[in-house]
């Protein structure tokens, strides 16, 4: 199969990495709203689940580096899938990033998704769960997921380095599309992938080249690559027949810029 003779892919090439997450405190509906203003319509985040189970973006396993948890929860666990939402939500996830943002939430996969379906913009959930929880975190957020979207025309991407969030999210949600992450090639890659019904492979950028790119292709699946930030890497991934590029500098790149970049 070649790339030509794969099924239509709904989403942008140019995806908004954690948001906007260096113009504005990543994984925020901030950083959405930034990345927005340069003319991104699809973004990745990073979503966990709360003790309670509520969906919520964060990308680290603790909190203190986004977070103001060190007041707030001080002597309690700093594992953020400990807490209930109802403390998390009172959390101050912008001050961090500097002052503008102070008092910025954290944003449930709920009011993500409102914000999404509102201004038609299209989404990649990296499915970031607490160490021990993967499959039961995979198979929550993807049921939420489905039932957040149900009436949207284009689904969320579900993507994580983790093979049981996606077990757990394909027994839960098969009808939700899946990616594997990868920030190595390790053996059985490809195979994995395809037993996991995924329909892309997202790789660091440094391991496409012509080969890994035709296997994928191949196989079957969409490439998409993390995280992109110079002209010169953005440009070979196009010129290899890439599909989507994760990048941090959406205020470098223009997201309907042509495939000729000038470097």
């Known amino acids: 199969m070649t790339q030509l003779d794969l099924p239509p892919w709904p989403y942008p090439r140019w995806i908004a990495h954690r948001g906007a997450g260096k113009l504005a405190p990543e994984n925020t509906l901030a950083a959405f709203r930034e990345g927005a203003r340069h003319g991104y319509r699809m973004f990745e985040c990073d979503v966990k689940l709360s003790a309670d189970g509520i969906p919520f973006l964060l990308h680290d396993a603790t909190l203190e580096r986004t977070t103001n948890a060190a007041g707030p929860l001080r002597g309690q666990s700093n594992v953020a899938g400990h807490h209930h939402w109802h403390a998390l939500s009172q959390l101050d996830a912008g001050s961090w ?72 999210a394909m027994q839960s949600a098969p009808e939700l599309p899946r990616g594997l992450l990868l920030d190595e090639l390790w053996t059985g890659w490809l195979e994995r992938a395809l037993t996991l019904g995924c329909q892309a492979v997202v790789c660091n950028h440094r391991l496409w080249d012509t080969s890994s790119v035709t296997q994928a292709q191949s196989a079957g699946f969409r490439t998409l690559s993390y995280t992109v930030n110079e002209k010169v890497d953005a440009q070979r991934l196009i010129a290899l027949g890439t599909d989507g590029i994760i990048t941090d500098r959406v205020d470098l790149f223009e997201p309907d810029q042509n495939i000729q970049l000038s470097i």
């Open 97 to 168: 990033h500097c002052a503008a943002y102070a008092g910025e939430p954290l944003p449930t996969l709920e009011a993500v998704a409102r914000y999404c379906l509102h201004n038609d913009f299209f989404l990649n959930i990296e499915i970031k769960a607490t160490p021990g929880t993967e499959h039961h975190t995979g198979a929550e957020v993807a049921r939420h997921a489905a039932r957040l979207w149900q009436d949207a025309a284009v689904p969320p991407l579900l993507t994580s380095f983790d093979v049981e969030s996606l077990e757990g």
